[in-house]
C-alpha cells in the first residue's frame, strides 16, 4: 500500500467490530498495516481478532456495551491512558422499527444511547488523548438517514442527523489542533441491520431500483473510503461526509 494510504504504525479503535461494517473495516485497516483494537458488545469479537492475527495481521479485541454509558466512558479512557489510538471508528449502531405513534420512549432512548451518546462519550474520552498528542482521525458512521427521514425509524433517523451534525462540531472545533473528524455516509449495505429490508420483496425491490450502481453495498465497499479518511491522504479532509451510496443521494 503506497505511503499515503498506509496505516502502518496507527493504533485504531473499531467499535462494532463483530459483524457486518465494522468487521470490514477492522479487518480492512490490519490489512493496511495498523494494529487494530476490536471493541465489541460480548466477547464474540474475539473471533474477528482471530481472523486478523491467522491473516498476519495485528488485533486484540475490548468488550464493552455501549449501551451502558458507564461502561462505555470507563472502558474508552481506560485506552486513551494506556493507548496511542490513532484512528477511532465510531461504527457500532442499532435500529429500531416501528410506527412512530406506537414507539415506546425506552426504544427511542435505546437508539439514541448507542448511536448518539456513546458516540460523543468516545469521541470525548479518546478525542482528548488525540488533541493532547495534536493527532488523531475520528470517523462516525452516518446514514442516508443523515439526510432523509426514512420509513418508520424516527430513533433512527434523529441519531443519525445527530451524528452528522456532531462531527461537523468536532471538527469544527477541532481541525485547528491536529484532530480530523469526518463522517462515512453508508447506502444501503447487506449486513443484519438491512435484513428486514431485503426480506420485504417490493420495499428490496423499490431500494435496489434507486441506486445507481444498480446493486447494494456490500460491508467491503466500505473498507476503501474508511482507510481514506483514517490516512494521511485525509490530512486537509474535515467535517466531510462521505457517501459510499453507489450515487443515491444524487438519484
Ligand atoms: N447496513 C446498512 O445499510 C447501513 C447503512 C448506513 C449506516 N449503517 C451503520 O453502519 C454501522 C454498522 O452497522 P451494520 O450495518 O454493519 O450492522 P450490524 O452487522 O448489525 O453491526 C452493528 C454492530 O454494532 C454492534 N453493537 C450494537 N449494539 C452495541 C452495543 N450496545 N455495544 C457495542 N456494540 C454494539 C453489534 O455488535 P453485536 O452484533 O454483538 O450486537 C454489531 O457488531 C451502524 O452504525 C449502522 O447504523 C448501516
Not at 437508539?111 to 462519550?121: F, G, H, I, K, M
Not at 431500494?207 to 473498507?223: F, K
Amino acid at each position: 500500500m503506497s505511503g499515503l494510504f498506509s496505516l502502518e504504525g496507527r493504533t485504531a479503535v473499531v467499535t462494532g467490530a463483530r459483524s457486518g461494517i465494522g468487521r470490514a473495516i477492522a479487518l480492512g485497516y490490519a490489512g493496511a498495516g495498523a494494529h487494530v483494537i476490536a471493541w465489541g458488545r460480548t466477547a464474540a469479537v474475539e473471533e474477528v481478532v482471530a481472523e486478523i492475527t491467522a491473516a498476519g495481521g495485528s488485533a486484540e479485541a475490548v468488550v464493552a456495551d455501549l449501551s451502558d454509558l458507564e461502561a462505555a466512558r470507563s472502558t474508552a479512557r481506560s485506552l486513551a491512558r494506556d493507548r496511542q489510538v490513532d484512528v477511532l471508528v465510531n461504527n457500532a449502531g442499532i435500529i429500531r422499527r416501528g410506527a412512530s405513534e406506537d414507539v415506546r420512549y425506552e426504544q427511542w432512548r435505546e437508539v439514541r444511547t448507542v448511536n448518539l451518546d456513546a458516540v460523543w462519550l468516545l469521541c470525548q474520552e479518546i478525542g482528548a488523548s488525540m488533541l493532547e498528542r495534536q493527532r488523531g482521525r475520528i470517523i462516525t458512521i452516518a446514514s442516508m438517514l443523515s439526510f432523509q427521514g426514512g420509513r418508520q425509524v424516527a430513533s433512527y433517523a434523529a441519531s443519525k442527523h445527530a451524528v452528522l451534525g456532531l462531527t461537523r462540531a468536532l471538527a469544527n472545533e477541532w481541525a485547528g489542533r491536529g484532530v480530523g473528524v469526518n463522517a462515512l455516509a453508508p447506502g444501503y449495505v447487506v449486513t443484519a441491520n438491512t435484513a428486514p429490508l431485503r426480506a420485504d420483496e417490493q420495499r428490496a425491490a423499490e431500494i435496489s431500483g434507486r441506486i445507481p450502481a444498480g446493486r447494494w453495498a456490500t460491508p467491503d465497499d466500505l473498507v476503501g473510503p474508511a482507510i481514506f479518511l483514517a490516512s494521511e491522504a485525509a490530512a486537509y479532509v474535515h467535517g466531510e461526509v462521505l457517501a459510499v451510496d453507489g450515487g443515491w443521494l444524487a438519484s
